[in-house]
């Protein structure tokens, strides 16, 4: 499956969403998640992310987002179509640490 890191948080392009054939991304308020067990690992949505936020989960270092996708897929409501990023989603496009300071 794929899931979404960090270098979505605050950009929330959805580029992704509009690729998606099955409708499998979740929208939180910073950022989306992949649904592990809707996904199809089709792969489409990947190349689509403009902040390479996408990522297979077989890469390395992955555990935490499989786990963070696996929480709030279940928690957030489904998007599926896209939308216009967040505001400052140009400037926050590979700032560092986004996690910790969108997310405690
Ligand atoms: Fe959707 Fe395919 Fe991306 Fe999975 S890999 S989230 S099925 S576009
Ligand atoms: Fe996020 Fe990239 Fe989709 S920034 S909303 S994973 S296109």
Wanted: hydrophobic share 35%.
């Amino acid at each position: 499956t794929f899931v979404v890191t960090d270098n979505c948080i605050a950009c929330k392009y959805t580029d992704c969403v509009s690729v998606c054939p099955v409708d499998c991304f979740y929208e939180g308020e910073n950022m989306l998640v992949i649904d592990p067990e809707e996904c199809i690992d089709c792969g489409v949505c990947e190349p689509e992310c403009p902040a390479d936020a996408i990522r297979a989960d077989t890469e390395e270092g992955m555990e935490p987002w499989i786990a963070f996708n696996e929480k709030y897929a279940k928690i957030w409501p489904v998007i599926t179509e896209a939308k216009d990023p967040l505001p400052e989603a140009d400037d926050m496009d590979g700032q560092a640490n986004k996690l910790e300071t969108h997310f405690s």
